[in-house]
């Protein structure tokens, strides 16, 4: 399974350590594939900045590379604000390019979660949707800490 990640251009800095760990472990969002296929990151890159630019041509690329789904990095969802574009984003993508989008990548981070709870970010109906992947129990958003 080829996979491609879309960041937040905030993190654009970022390595992908988490990302990578959490595939390796089948953890966060990518605990739906299965454990005895390879999965193989074949496009990684930022969103563009505020607004997005990049979602309107990331995946064309990506999908030339293979790319059978899009991860958006959990960056997304934990960013201080989260994004308020990645539902639009995600029905763009999949709208667009006829191809699925997860949100999420590895599991939200215990101290996001602990923060993200006192702000009350993610307490509409739309957010708990848009976390549950990457929601884990507290042991796993420990380790990602």
Not at 22 to 45: C, H, P, Q
Not at 49 to 78: D, L, S
Not at 116 to 134: M, V, Y
Request: hydrophobic share 30%.
């Amino acid at each position: 399974m080829k996979i491609g990640i879309i960041i937040c251009e905030r993190y654009k800095n970022c390595a992908g350590g988490k990302c990578f760990r959490a595939m390796n472990n089948r953890e966060g969002a990518f605990d739906i594939y299965d454990k005895n296929k390879s999965l193989e990151i074949v496009g990684y890159t930022s969103c563009g900045g505020c607004p997005g630019g990049n979602i309107e041509y990331a995946p064309e690329e990506m999908i030339k590379n293979g790319v059978e789904a899009i991860h958006f990095a959990t960056g997304f969802v934990v960013g201080y604000p989260p994004c308020p574009h990645i539902a639009y984003f995600k029905n763009f993508i999949e709208s667009q390019y006829h191809i699925p989008v997860v949100v999420g990548t590895h599991p939200i981070p215990q101290k996001y979660y602990i923060e993200h709870s006192r702000l009350k970010t993610w307490n509409s109906k739309e957010w708990q949707e848009i976390i549950k992947t990457t929601l884990c129990n507290e042991e796993i958003r420990k380790s990602y800490d």
